[in-house]
């Protein structure tokens, strides 16, 4: 089965959480036997086209032409990814799923269905009516609107938690047995074997210091100022704690102007960027990892820090809430509150027999519930239901309209119809 994956990030171009998940998903798909194209955007002058790890990565430039917006911008990359499609198509056949991920590339994914008559399956990673809790000016609007309509033209709308089902269905109206739920992966051998060299630690913290490690988008809705606001509490009953704030974003600058106005100083390290061998070793290291969002669709890093056995404090909300099991293989706080962050970061500090209970039981729900392998193959499931749909409605198309008409022979009458 030939697919093709639609998508505004893909690895070494990485914003958020949506590249990995491409990345993993097509590459175990190929594994398992699928032949996968990726079409994304290049940005940083990396190859046009290669393998990687058996998927056919095709990378495009979006037209170079002055953008309003990042709607106008998304429009300017679909005709190009779209161009992009058709040349393959036409040099290699057809596709027989088109996947796209997220609105950025809608109106490339609803071309292709259209044109091809090929099923669309779409997967909503998140919403702007929940990023933004509502929709405040034309550009959510535009955005939102955009997002619906993918939902539409979609054959099957993936999402990746149950929150998210309930989001879609209350945002869009979407019909329930049209969203299917599968949840985001993670490859636990890949950061549980990584080794780490003995001096790693003397970049973020000293020896002696215990890690509290946060790692995502500087953006308002991952939550890292209610962090900074329980840092103080936390620090005033374990003074050997260290902050290691890893990302970037446009709330960087604040968050760290907060940070040093509290007095936090070098209790709180903004490390900027980080590269992926940088990330998974700060998650071994870490003593506690921490992801206090406000809005979460899913959290895919809070599957990354089960995978390394680190112990985590997550926020009561939405995908988080449902990877992470209270007091079993994690610990929650309630959304919002530094005060009740603070405690739960130092129930974990403070209780070695508690954080080595989070992380033995995260670590198996992981490798159950969680491999990439499992993922792949659900969504395996949807590609074959899916197509298998579509013959079955295309066999019923053509029965019907090749079904000889009964003509009337010359001079015969109508039953029922007198002259």
């Not at 036409?90 to 088109?98: D, K, Q, S, Y």
């Not at 890093?301 to 449902?322: I, N, R």
Request: hydrophobic share 40%.
């Amino acid at each position: 089965m030939r697919i093709a994956m639609l998508t505004w990030e893909y690895p070494p171009r990485i914003v958020g959480g949506l590249a990995m998940h491409v990345y993993d998903l097509s590459t175990t798909l190929a594994r398992s036997g699928m032949d996968v194209t990726v079409i994304t955007v290049n940005d940083q002058g990396v190859a046009e086209k290669e393998d990687l790890d058996g998927v056919k990565v095709l990378r495009v430039y979006p037209y170079d032409l002055p953008s309003r917006d990042i709607v106008n911008w998304a429009v300017q990359l679909n005709v190009a990814m779209l161009e992009k499609a058709v040349q393959t198509i036409n040099r290699e056949g057809p596709f027989h799923i088109i996947h796209a991920h997220d609105w950025l590339v809608a109106h490339a994914g609803r071309a292709l269905k259209h044109s091809y008559q090929v099923p669309l399956i779409a997967t909503i990673h998140a919403t702007e009516y929940g990023r933004n809790n509502g929709l405040h000016n034309d550009v959510q609007r535009d955005i939102s609107n955009i997002e619906w309509w993918l939902t539409y033209e979609a054959w099957k709308v993936i999402c990746c938690s149950g929150y998210m089902v309930g989001e879609l269905s209350r945002v869009f109206n979407l019909p329930r047995d049209k969203v299917v739920h599968i949840p985001n992966g993670v490859h636990a051998a890949r950061i549980r074997d990584r080794q780490v060299p003995a001096d790693f630690k003397n970049r973020f913290a000293l020896p002696y210091e215990k890690i509290i490690y946060y790692v995502g988008r500087l953006v308002r809705e991952k939550g890292v100022q209610v962090l900074i606001d329980a840092a103080f509490k936390v620090l005033s009953h374990e003074p050997d704690a260290k902050f290691v704030i890893a990302g970037t974003g446009p709330y960087e600058n604040y968050l760290r102007n907060k940070a040093r106005d509290m007095g936090l100083g070098d209790k709180m390290l903004f490390t900027g960027y980080i590269s992926d061998d940088d990330r998974d070793m700060l998650y071994l290291i870490a003593d506690v990892a921490v992801f206090p969002s406000l809005y979460e669709p899913f959290g895919i890093v809070a599957l990354e820090s089960m995978a390394a056995g680190t112990p985590v404090v997550v926020s009561d909300s939405g995908g988080l809430a449902e990877i992470v099991e209270h007091e079993v293989d994690g610990l929650h706080a309630i959304t919002g509150s530094a005060n009740s962050l603070a405690d739960q970061l130092l129930r974990v500090l403070k209780n070695d027999i508690l954080a080595k209970k989070l992380r033995e039981n995260a670590l198996q729900k992981v490798r159950t519930r969680y491999d990439w392998r499992v993922i792949a193959h659900k969504t395996i499931e949807v590609y074959e239901t899916v197509a298998r749909e579509n013959r079955a409605g295309q066999r019923e198309a053509a029965r019907v309209l090749w079904t000889p008409s009964r003509a009337k022979r010359p001079g015969q009458r109508s039953k029922g119809v007198t002259s």
